[in-house]
């Protein structure tokens, strides 16, 4: 995709000042567009996307994790408190 710069730009591929004109991949110049940064200097293909499969598949369905059941702690005898304690 052909763009002219309407803003000037710099990044790893390196600087493209405002107003120059780029060749650069459609991803990144539907990115550019949208953000205004370029225009387009020639038609844009409309995108393609995958329609969604009307139901989910088997696979894709999460079983629900089942509840955590907590008990109150047990109870300590007296006894084994003094014991723990030294007494």
């Known amino acids: 995709m052909r763009v002219r710069m309407l803003l000037t730009a710099a990044g790893p ?10 060749e650069v991949d459609d991803t990144l110049g539907r990115q550019m567009l949208a953000a205004r940064e370029a225009e387009a200097l020639e038609p844009v293909a409309p995108a393609v996307t995958e ?4 139901a989910p598949q088997e696979a894709d369905v999460v079983a629900e ?3 955590m059941v907590t008990e109150p702690p ?4 007296r006894a084994k408190k003094a014991r723990s304690r030294g007494r």
């Open 13 to 22: 591929q390196g600087v493209w000042p405002a107003g120059s004109v780029r």
């Open 51 to 54: 329609e969604p499969d009307p």
């Open 65 to 67: 994790a089942p509840e």
């Open 74 to 77: 047990a109870k300590v005898s």
